[in-house]
């Protein structure tokens, strides 16, 4: 038991890693990871059902000790980063269904993995997660709706199956995350031939920019620094395991394929951010 819980720690800490790796294997090898594509959808519900059952009723009490820091993580949350997207395909003059795939990342909710990079980063973790739950429970109502805005498509999500996207494990998330990013990449290896840096770059712009965006809002709205840096991540780090599975069942795989770029690119930079925000303190004796 004690290996197994040492291995999953390794696992965990080396998911960037792991994520680079399966994606030059999805692209490498695409006949091996293709056939991964109908489970896509139920691997994701496993996912969200694991973060699920790590939530607990305190973690929704910081709703009404401070509501209005919560509601400006979670609207800046669904403003900035659809904005962002739509902003970056356009200047970028992506293929439709790249572009498409970039907006619907834009438009899911914060990132589970934000929870661990606001810890590492010494931000207020109680904020993160009550931000993560709000704007994920909010999802099914405001993913295919901003889609709808922004990119003139409609997207029907079932929202008991999206409610089950409210919880984190450890090993199991990790494995099913990386053959859905391998499958993702697989599926979408002409795109990646033919506009792989441009897809790159934008997903990266898309990700920065909302760290930077979400910093200036919270920073606007008279936040301490620890609640700062929480808004920032949540702002910046996407659900991409929702975008890549929207995208593949409703549309093609290169609409998935930023979503899945997105997973491996905001594991790189929340563990930069973190590093950066620690050194940052140290520096200034804090």
């Excluded at 994520?19 to 594509?37: L, M, Q």
Aim: hydrophobic share 55%; with cysteine; net charge positive.
């Amino acid at each position: 038991m004690q290996r197994l819980r040492q291995l999953s720690t390794f696992i965990g800490q080396t998911f960037a890693l792991w994520a680079i790796v399966f994606a030059i294997a999805g692209y490498a090898a695409a006949p091996v990871f293709i056939p991964f594509k109908p489970a896509i959808p139920y691997a994701l519900g496993i996912i969200m059902f694991g973060m699920g059952l790590t939530l607990r009723a305190r973690d929704f009490a910081e709703i009404f000790r401070r509501p209005m820091q919560v509601l400006l993580g979670v609207v800046a949350q669904f403003l900035i980063m659809p904005l962002l997207a739509v902003l970056l395909v356009n200047i970028f003059s992506l293929d439709p269904m790249v572009a498409l795939g970039v907006i619907l990342v834009g438009c899911c909710p914060g990132g589970t993995a934000s929870n661990v990079m606001t810890y590492l980063a010494r931000g207020d973790v109680a904020l993160s997660v009550t931000i993560t739950a709000c704007s994920t429970l909010l999802a099914p109502f405001l993913t295919p709706l901003l889609l709808e805005l922004y990119a003139h498509k409609t997207v029907d999500i079932a929202v008991g199956a999206m409610m089950l996207s409210i919880i984190e494990m450890v090993l199991l998330p990790i494995i099913v995350g990386v053959l859905i990013l391998a499958s993702v990449v697989a599926l979408s290896k002409g795109a990646i031939a033919t506009s792989g840096l441009i897809i790159f770059g934008v997903v990266i712009l898309h990700n920065l920019l909302g760290y930077l965006l979400g910093l200036l809002a919270a920073r606007l709205a008279g936040m301490n620094s620890a609640q700062r840096r929480a808004v920032m991540i949540e702002v910046g780090m996407q659900n991409s395991g929702l975008g890549a599975t929207l995208g593949t069942k409703y549309f093609t795989p290169e609409a998935a394929l930023p979503s899945a770029i997105f997973s491996v690119w905001h594991n790189i930079s929340g563990a930069l951010v973190a590093n950066l925000c620690t050194w940052w303190d140290k520096r200034h004796g804090k």
